[in-house]
């Protein structure tokens, strides 16, 4: 069974930067999409940057698209999420995801997601 878990979120100011980590164990099978998302209050979890080896590359939101970097060290089986230029609106729980699993199936920019970490918080104050 996949496990993930994040790490690094925390409270920042406007303009400030955070770096989201997200290690992976239990994996059988290698995951095609690994991605970030996130859930602020009242709101719906949205996708923020994935990494998909079909067909290929990374996705990112309009709205982070020069703002967040998704890279990823095959090597520690870890994913991570800079965020630059942080502004309020970016407040919400960040939720790493795989497509290996079947728990809360969420398609997004042609993956389905179905295996998630935990959760950690970024703040971001005006």
């Known amino acids: 069974q996949v496990q993930l878990v994040e790490s690094g979120g925390g409270s920042v100011q406007a303009g400030g930067s955070l770096r989201l980590s997200c290690a992976a164990s239990?994996?059988?099978?290698?995951?095609?999409?690994i991605g970030w998302f996130r859930q602020a209050p009242g709101k719906e979890r949205e996708g923020v940057a994935i990494?998909?080896?079909?067909?290929?590359?990374?996705e990112y939101a309009d709205s982070v698209k020069g703002r967040f970097t998704i890279s990823q060290n095959n090597a520690k089986n870890t994913v991570y999420l800079q965020m630059n230029s942080l502004k309020p609106e970016d407040t919400a729980m960040y939720y790493c995801?795989?497509?290996?699993?079947?728990?809360?199936?969420?398609?997004?920019?042609?993956?389905?997601?179905?295996?998630w970490g935990q959760g950690t918080q970024v703040s971001v104050s005006s």
């Open positions: 239990g994996l059988t099978y290698i995951a095609n999409c």
């Open positions: 995801a795989t497509n290996l699993g079947d728990h809360g199936l969420t398609f997004y920019r042609g993956c389905t997601f179905g295996s």
């Open positions: 990494i998909s080896t079909v067909p290929g590359g990374t």
